[in-house]
């Protein structure tokens, strides 16, 4: 079977005029897949680079420089035809799907693009020539990191045609390496700026309460919430500030109106997400993309973790903190939950626990 075969230098596969990149939904996700979109443009100086993206994720590439075109993927079974007959027609000469579901994998195939990569997942791989691990195993031992550095290290597969075998550790002495910025948070300054300025002052500055999530399973109790909104505020002399996005209104006005002393802004778009994170001492709350945007800008987060992995999706750092509980299903990935106990068990006083080291 073709995924069989050895991933290749793509460096050596000849002319390469076209690539497409495909990460079409999750703000966090596409943020930490900067170091590939860099890693091909300085392995393809003169190719041309696009991005396809669902178009409320779009304005997460802005000011990524490497980025040619943006490609609209539209939801809908008909705009999905569409984009299958518009990709055969482009002729890209490798697509790197980097979400690799039923529905990515099957545009990937039907793309004809010359080169098909994908994540390895046992169920659409037929639809690659060459497949990219979702973990490496060294010494028949699982090795988990952040996915800013696991993106980093598939690129290195990419351009050198290693199997993944050659792994090498993360050295985290600092946070130096995680702080590459988040491109499009520029285009929203001139909107923080004047944000900010209106905002009741305070010595201690802002920080960030991630109010809830889509993924239901991954949502801490409002109440908790509430509690350590009031405690940020009492202890810290800090404003907490909610963050929120499209289906989240719900949860973060109950929580502004719990927590007087928050703040509650508008729903914004993502550039003036990012102009607003960057300015906040601290953020806490969930796995989620506004996290990753903290990680990316510098700020210090302190995530509480349920059905997801914080090998995976945190860095783990003096800087960056992490909250979860040992239990024996942990992490399920699951979405829903009805019992949701890693989430719930998680203590209000041991979330300041954290926020008083990455302050002190």
């Not at 002393?261 to 953020?283: C, H, N, T, V, Y």
Request: charged fraction near 30%; glycine fraction near 6%; proline fraction near 6%.
């Amino acid at each position: 079977m073709a995924q069989k075969k050895p991933l290749p230098d793509l460096t050596k596969l000849g002319r390469v005029d076209r690539i497409l990149i495909v990460r079409y939904f999750a703000l966090g996700d596409i943020a930490l897949s900067v170091p590939i979109v860099r890693g091909m443009r300085e392995a393809f100086p003169e190719s041309e680079i696009s991005y396809l993206v669902w178009e409320r994720y779009s304005d997460a590439l802005l000011g990524v420089e490497e980025v040619d075109r943006v490609i609209i993927l539209k939801e809908g079974i008909f705009e999905w035809l569409m984009m299958a007959r518009r990709l055969r027609r482009d002729r890209y000469d490798f697509i790197l799907d980097l979400v690799s579901s039923p529905g990515s994998a099957q545009l990937s195939w039907l793309s004809g693009a010359k080169v098909r990569i994908g994540m390895e997942t046992g169920r659409n791989d037929w639809c690659y020539h060459y497949l990219l691990p979702r973990r490496f195993e060294k010494e028949s031992r699982k090795i988990k990191y952040y996915t800013l550095d696991t993106n980093r290290e598939l690129m290195k597969m990419m351009v050198t045609g290693s199997d993944g075998m050659a792994w090498t550790p993360v050295n985290r002495s600092d946070d130096a390496s995680l702080e590459i910025g988040f491109p499009p948070a520029r285009y929203g300054e001139d909107w923080a700026k004047e944000y900010f300025a209106g905002l009741p002052s305070t010595r201690g500055g802002y920080a960030g309460i991630t109010a809830s999530s889509s993924y239901l399973s991954k949502s801490w109790p409002i109440e908790n919430l509430s509690k350590l909104a009031r405690e940020i505020h009492y202890e810290f002399d800090i404003i907490p500030v909610i963050i929120w996005g499209p289906g989240e209104e719900k949860d973060a006005m109950k929580l502004r109106d719990s927590v007087k002393s928050s703040i509650l802004p508008p729903l914004i778009k993502i550039p003036e997400l990012g102009a607003m994170i960057r300015r906040l001492r601290f953020l806490v709350g969930i796995d989620s993309g506004p996290k990753h945007i903290a990680v990316l800008e510098g700020v210090p987060t302190v995530t509480l973790f349920g059905p997801t992995d914080p090998m995976v999706w945190d860095p783990v750092t003096e800087k960056h903190r992490v909250l979860s509980v040992d239990m024996e299903c942990f992490p399920c990935r699951d979405r829903d939950c009805p019992d949701n106990r890693c989430m719930k068990d998680i203590e209000v006083d041991d979330v300041l626990d954290e926020i008083r080291k990455i302050i002190r």
